[in-house]
């Protein structure tokens, strides 16, 4: 079965300064990841996939296969990006269930 | 469209006490699934459903019933609710079960005394 580890539950940088969320998986085969962010007060929605290969918000996550990691980076943090983040996991195949880490809780200071 | 609704947004209950927790779509979203979210342990899905007349169990079942008699209605039973099953309730559509970007409700806070 798939697993997906956030290792990190708690997270603060200040403003301006670089953030990195690890997320680390566990598949034998060839997953899809994605990144989902709640804001406070808010539903839970879609940051980015690594499929698209995409830059939201200041964000990006690139797949490496070797160390099966999908870390989630900002060069420079900001107050609205705190929030808590979820690494997910789909695995190939016909069950393609989404498996959530726990959950990584980052706080922008000013 | 409302995208995904999700009533009530608090509720207390004694255990014991059953109640159902509603979900409604209306996106014409085939896939439906319910998560449970707990500190330290995340999201961790309870059932879910591709289509109509069709569900199935997810990770942590055990105390939950669902049913999926339209495509818009997805609700979660407790049958006999226990202080074990206190957390946020999040219902979650998406399109088809080949595509990814799935949609969420803004959660059930539940909590049994």
């Known amino acids: 079965a798939q697993r997906v580890t956030q290792p990190e539950k708690l997270l603060s940088v200040f403003k301006g300064a670089p953030v990195e969320l690890k997320c680390n998986y566990s598949?034998?085969?060839?997953?899809?990841l994605f990144w989902y962010v709640q804001y406070s007060r808010q539903r839970l929605q879609l940051l980015l996939r690594?499929?698209s290969r995409e830059s939201i918000k200041g964000f990006t996550a690139d797949l490496n296969k070797g160390e099966t990691s999908f870390h989630l980076k900002k060069p420079f943090a900001q107050e609205e990006d705190s929030a808590m983040y979820y690494c997910?996991?789909?695995?190939?195949?016909?069950?393609?269930?989404?498996?959530f880490g726990s959950g990584t809780q980052l706080t922008v200071l000013p | 469209n409302a995208g995904v609704t999700q009533t009530p947004k608090f509720q207390v209950l004694k255990t014991g006490q059953s109640m159902t927790l509603q979900c409604a779509q209306d996106?014409?979203?085939?896939?439906m699934s319910w998560y449970r979210q707990d500190p330290g342990m995340g999201l961790r899905l309870i059932h879910y459903?591709?289509?109509?007349?069709?569900?199935d169990q997810g990770e942590v079942p055990n105390g939950y019933n669902v049913s999926r008699s339209t495509t818009e209605d997805f609700p979660l039973r407790l049958l006999s609710a226990a202080p074990s099953q206190t957390s946020v309730y999040f219902c979650?559509?998406?399109?088809?079960?080949?595509?990814?970007?799935?949609?969420f409700g803004p959660g059930t806070r539940l909590t049994v005394l």
């Open positions: 459903s591709v289509g109509a007349g069709i569900t």
């Open positions: 979650a559509s998406r399109k088809a079960i080949g595509t990814d970007t799935q949609y």
């Open positions: 996106m014409n979203h085939e896939y």
């Open positions: 997910a996991l789909i695995p190939s195949g016909s069950a393609r269930q989404l498996t």
């Open positions: 598949y034998s085969g060839s997953p899809e």
């Open positions: 690594h499929i």
